[in-house]
Structures are given as C-alpha cells and as structure tokens.
C-alpha cells in the first residue's frame, strides 16, 4: 500500500510570491490535514479537509490556504510568501476505520523563503 | 484547550543504556496517544500509539509506553538503546473538540545515542 506522497520535495521562492504543495494521501483515506513545522514554534496544525470539505483550521492568517479534490489529494497554498514562512510542511492522511486507524504522515515539503 | 508537555528537549544515553522520554498532556475528555519518531530531513514516523484498552503499548523495535490516566503521562521508554534510535521523538494528543481531527504536539526530544 502506498504511503502519504508530498510534492515537491524541496522548493526555494522568493518573498512576495505564492506557492501550492500537493499531498496525495492513502488509498481510502478521506481526511487530510497539514501541519508546519518550524524550529521555533515546533509542529503547527493549518487546517484538515475531509470529502473535499475544511473541518477544522488553525490559527494561521488567511494567506494559507487549501482544498481537497475528489480523489482525496489535496493542495495547501501560501500567498504572498514571508520569510516566516520557511518551514518543513508536513501532510497526514488519516483512517478510523479497522487496523489502519491513527495519521500517516509524508515525507514533507521543505519551504525556503528568500 | 489540549496540550502536551515533554520534559526533556534532549537526552543524551550510552548505548545499550535503558531511557525513558516523558510525556505529560492535558485533555478534558478521553485521549488518543501518539509517539512519532523524526530521522533528518524526513516527515513523522508513528511507533505507537494508545487508543484504549491495554494501557501498556509496545513497537516492534523495543520501544514501550503507558498510558497513566491519573498523571496524565505517557512515557515512553526503551530498555537498551541503539546507535540507530538517535532522533527527534514527538508525543501528541488528537484533539477533542467534537469533529476534530487534528494532532497536538509537544515540542520533541532530541534522543543521542552515544557510542
């Protein structure tokens, strides 16, 4: 069974521009969310999607934001890129049902801001 | 709202040496548990988790962790350590807001194994 896939791995862009990073999670898994990690403000909760619906968010301005597809992939963006923004970006798909309950996370995408 | 503490941000061990990486968290309501292991330039790898009944969970690389509902703890703990087990550990709780998904994590523990 393939895991969690983020895209890209790596990405450097500069201060003012946008970004989007696409998570592709588990087969069957429905809910996605993402997560900032930074070195001073540790791992962040952005927001979840579950069937193409936001359930829930976090404390983050309106510049990120995200959508799931039909087939459960999902997309995060960051407008106007800050230097604050720099950042491991971590996507989990999660499953309640059977064995496979709890969060798999993937590999992430580094952000460098410049 | 939930939180989740970790004592120690590192610990350095001998190996072959036992540890012990706390965990303290607060919730209102019954809590899911997580611990997750973190390798350089890698996302979040789960090693255990408690959901309910045993309160003692076990990895398949020697790793343990109990649940204590009264110290609000889950520690978790390994009786001899690898070189390999060097990395960042992150404990977390899921959120308990009614149709909340979410993680909450503690800042980690950067366990070093020292030859």
């Known amino acids: 069974k393939a895991g969690v896939t983020q895209t890209p791995r790596y990405l450097i862009k500069t201060r003012g521009q946008q970004v989007t990073l696409s998570c592709s999670p588990i087969?069957?898994?429905?809910?996605v969310s993402w997560y900032q990690q930074t070195p001073g403000q540790g791992l962040q909760f952005l927001f979840e999607y579950f069937s193409e619906t936001q359930r829930n968010k976090g404390n983050f301005p309106g510049r990120f934001s995200g959508r799931q597809f039909s087939n459960s992939r999902s997309e995060m963006n960051v407008s106007t890129l800050e230097l604050g923004d720099s950042a491991l970006y971590l996507c989990?798909?999660?499953?309640?049902?059977?064995?496979?309950?709890?969060?798999?996370f993937g590999s992430g995408t580094r952000l460098t801001v410049v | 709202a939930q939180s989740v503490t970790q004592l120690d941000s590192q610990v350095p061990v001998f190996e072959e040496a036992p540890v012990e990486l706390r965990c303290n968290y607060s919730s209102s309501v019954s809590v899911y548990l997580f611990w997750y292991v973190q390798y350089p330039n890698q996302g979040l790898q789960l090693l255990l988790k408690?959901?309910?009944?045993?309160?003692l969970v076990k990895s398949i690389n020697g790793f343990e962790a109990e649940f204590n509902k009264s110290q609000t703890s889950f520690h978790l703990r390994k009786p001899s350590v690898h070189i390999s087990d060097t990395a960042e550990y992150f404990c977390a709780v899921r959120g308990d807001q009614t149709g909340a998904n979410n993680l909450f994590f503690g800042t980690g523990t950067r366990l070093t194994v020292i030859p």
């Open positions: 989990a798909s999660s499953s309640w049902v059977g064995t496979t309950y709890g969060y798999t």
């Open positions: 408690y959901l309910s009944g045993s309160t």
């Open positions: 087969s069957g898994h429905r809910s």
